[in-house]
Antibody, heavy 116, light 113 residues
């Protein structure tokens, strides 16, 4: 059974950093692209970043470029999202997803609240 | 960026009805190499993560009931739910994966009448 389990969320002040993790199991992690998708409270879904299966290429939405870094450790079957210089508009639930273009598996999500 | 426009934004239905949700993209999602439309549909129930229902515009994900039908091509797509059941009450989103950044529609909330 495929499982994606996020961790690392919480309340953080504007301008500070946070690192999310996503532990994957039930599939060969190193064979798949992965992505982070977020959802602000009561809002819709928004792609944040993607990474190729080897980790050699990464892609970001414009609003997080230069502030967020997606990475992975295939030996640990874990996906990461390092979030720096956080802004109030980054407040959202962040989902780890398996990225085949469409997102066929999602984690339960982790809440990130950016507020002073 | 490709803009995805969903309609209606909300829909009140009775159990057993057939409902149609529309999704229009600002440019064609048809890929000439694979001859496929790169459009997906998701269902999100309150307090839950989204769930993939349909990909490549009309291919049902494994385990999805056959009352969920995706159709359309180019820029106009439809999700039809036949004989709606109480468990289908949720938010539904379309998503294009033809070009980055991949973008979602704003969602359609399916409510009970």
């Amino acid at each position: 059974e495929v499982q994606l389990v996020e961790s690392g969320g919480g309340l953080v002040q504007p301008g500070r950093s946070l690192k999310l993790s996503c532990a994957a199991s039930g599939f060969t992690f190193s064979n798949y692209y992965m992505a982070w998708v977020r959802q602000a409270p009561t809002k819709g879904l928004e792609w944040v970043a993607s990474i190729t299966n080897s980790g050699g290429s990464t892609y970001y939405r414009d609003s997080v470029k230069g502030r967020f870094t997606i990475s992975r450790d295939n030996a640990k079957s874990t996906l990461y999202l390092q979030m720096d210089s956080l802004r109030s508009e980054d407040t959202a639930t962040y989902y780890c997803t398996r990225d085949g273009g469409s997102y066929d598996y999602w984690g339960q999500g982790v809440m990130v609240t950016v507020s002073s | 960026d490709i803009v995805m426009t969903q309609s209606p934004s909300s829909l009140a239905v009775s159990a057993g009805e057939t409902v149609t949700i529309n999704c229009k993209s600002s440019q064609s999602l048809f890929g000439s190499v694979r001859q496929k439309n790169y459009l997906a549909w998701y269902q999100q129930k309150p307090g839950q993560s989204p769930k993939l229902l349909i990909y490549l515009a009309s291919t049902r994900e494994s385990g999805v009931p056959d009352r969920f039908i995706g159709s359309g091509s180019g820029t106009d797509f439809t999700l039809t739910i036949s004989s709606v059941q109480a468990e289908d009450l949720a938010n539904y989103y379309c998503q294009q994966y033809y070009d980055t950044p991949y973008t979602f529609g704003a969602g359609t909330k399916l409510e009970l009448k």
